[in-house]
């Protein structure tokens, strides 16, 4: 069993950065594809971007390309979201997610195993 939890939400005006951390227990941190989604209220949960646990080779959403970054540290079993240039419309509950299985840079929900508890990303402009 793993459990994610999450930090590093908050709220910050259009321009900024913010970066959120996922900080995962077990010892097969190495093993697992981590990603990134979010959801805005009254809309489904979206893909962000994903990093593959052999090669750290990422995936993201165009909507965040160029602008946020995937970044894994293993020894601290921890994963990070670096979102910079945030606009107003990446206002959401941002998840963290792992996958324990064989596919190499997933991005649908459902291919996910674990999932963090969610944390707030509020942009004002």
């Known amino acids: 069993q793993v459990q994610l939890v999450e930090s590093g939400g908050g709220l910050v005006q259009a321009g900024g950065s913010l970066r959120l951390s996922c900080a995962a227990s077990?010892?097969?941190?190495?093993?697992?594809?981590m990603g990134w989604f979010r959801q805005a209220p009254g809309k489904e949960r979206e893909f962000v971007g994903t990093s593959a646990w052999s090669d750290r080779k990422t995936l993201y959403a165009d909507s965040v390309k160029g602008r946020f970054t995937i970044s894994r540290d293993n020894a601290k079993n921890t994963a990070y979201l670096q979102m910079n240039s945030l606009k107003p419309e990446d206002t959401a509950v941002y998840y963290c997610?792992?996958?324990?299985?064989?596919?190499?840079?997933?991005?649908?929900?459902?291919?996910?195993?674990?999932w963090g508890q969610g944390a707030q990303v509020t942009v004002s402009s």
């Open positions: 077990g010892r097969t941190f190495r093993t697992y594809a």
């Open positions: 997610a792992a996958h324990s299985g064989s596919i190499y840079l997933p991005y649908r929900p459902s291919e996910y195993d674990y």
